[in-house]
């Protein structure tokens, strides 16, 4: 069987001239072609948004329930490496973040939001993810979580135990 695998990666930002900040993602497109078997199948996953120039793009949000879990199965695929690693949590850069999605059903402790979705309470994570995330170097790969991980799942109120 002969087997081709394609991966393209495509960001365009700010058009110069138009009033708005456009940005076009055609992120993880993958053709899988299996030429004996006469099967093609892909996947594209892309988004077009346009926002009014200085305001702020979409971003996704890491949020308490990371706290002391830190499983990191989200980091490997963001298509910008934009997650960065503290003592007992992760953080999106938001000027980095394409708003793909990727990253959110990849958190066993559901995590990770949209933030125009992040639950009531958790407001306060939006500027901590961009703060943190200045000073915190970028993670791309998975590694073993923190030994307690499991007992710190259905925990609330973790905020208190961030290490900065
Ligand atoms: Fe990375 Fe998640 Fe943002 Fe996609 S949504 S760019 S995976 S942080
Ligand atoms: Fe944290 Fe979930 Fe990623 S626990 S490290 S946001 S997989």
Same mark, same amino acid.
Not at 64 to 77: F, M, N, R, Y
Not at 97 to 103: A, E, K, P
Not at 119 to 123: D, I, R
Not at 153 to 158: I, L
């Given at each position: 069987m002969f087997l081709i695998t394609i991966e393209i990666l495509i960001e365009v930002r700010s058009v110069p001239g138009w009033p708005y900040d456009v940005q076009f993602n055609a992120i993880d497109t993958r053709a899988v072609m299996c030429i004996n078997h006469s099967l093609i199948s892909g996947t594209i996953s892309h988004s077009l948004r346009a926002q009014k120039t200085g305001i702020h793009s979409m971003t996704f949000v890491v949020t308490?329930? %990371? =706290? +002391? /879990? +830190?499983? #990191? @199965? %989200? *980091?490997? *695929?963001c298509p910008v490496d934009c997650f960065h690693e503290g003592p007992n949590i992760l953080v999106i850069d938001p000027d980095e %973040? =394409? @708003? %793909? #999605?990727? /990253?959110e059903p990849e958190c066993p402790v559901e995590a990770i939001y949209s933030e125009d979705e992040v639950?009531?309470?958790?407001?306060q994570y939006l500027e901590l993810n961009a703060e943190l995330c200045q000073d915190w170097p970028v993670i791309t790969e998975m590694k073993d979580p923190p030994e307690d991980a499991d007992e710190w799942? @259905? *925990? +609330? @109120? +973790?905020l208190q135990y961030l290490e900065r």
């Open positions: 308490e329930a %990371c =706290i +002391k /879990c +830190k499983l #990191t @199965d %989200c *980091v490997e *695929v %973040c =394409i @708003d %793909c #999605t990727l /990253c639950p009531a309470g958790q407001e799942r @259905d *925990v +609330k @109120d +973790k």
